[in-house]
């Protein structure tokens, strides 16, 4: 077992922020997580020409989450290109909660705070009555 600890989110976060495509916001982001099987993935935002339709780092990791064969997020943080530890933005809230639920630890500025402090009585998986498993891999 993995102690999941918040430095080598920090580490992957702010490897990964160097890879960033944002040429029209020159905001790099990079995320990164823990998942609750000891897998630590990460992702960088990728931005296009029709502004609305940019990915988030967040889409980028959750992307990495089902590409790697899928399970929960334990652990988050994100940061910005000096490094800095950033909150994700309000979209990115909702799609952290669909793969980590309220219980998510998030590394923000004010310290370690529940995704549930940040996204409080969410619309999520249980209000459309599907069951998310809590632990094990899940396949579609
Ligand atoms: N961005 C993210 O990647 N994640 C967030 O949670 C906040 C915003 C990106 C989107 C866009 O490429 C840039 O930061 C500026 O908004």
């Known amino acids: 077992m993995t102690s999941m600890d918040?430095?080598?989110l920090l580490v992957a976060a702010r490897d990964i922020v160097t890879r960033s495509y944002s040429p029209y916001s020159h905001y790099?982001?990079?995320a990164a997580a823990w998942t609750t099987d000891g897998?630590?993935?990460?992702g960088c935002n990728v931005e296009n020409a029709s502004?609305?339709?940019t990915l988030c780092a967040e889409c980028s990791l959750?992307?990495?989450l089902a590409a790697s064969g899928g399970g929960r997020l334990a652990r988050f943080t994100c940061v910005n290109?000096?490094?800095d530890i950033i909150t994700p933005?309000?979209?990115c809230r909702q799609l952290l909660y669909e793969f980590g639920g309220s219980e998510l630890e998030i590394l923000s500025p004010l310290g370690v705070v529940a995704l549930a402090d940040m996204l409080p009585q969410a619309f999520g998986p249980a209000d459309m009555g599907i069951a998310v498993a809590s632990e094990e891999v899940s396949h579609g």
Do not use: E, N, Q
């Not at 897998?39 to 990460?42: A, C, G």
């Open 81 to 83: 290109a000096a490094g």
């Open 6 to 8: 918040w430095d080598t």
């Open 51 to 53: 502004f609305g339709l």
């Open 39 to 42: 897998r630590v993935l990460s």
């Open 62 to 64: 959750v992307s990495a």
């Open 28 to 30: 790099p982001v990079g």
């Open 89 to 91: 933005c309000g979209r």
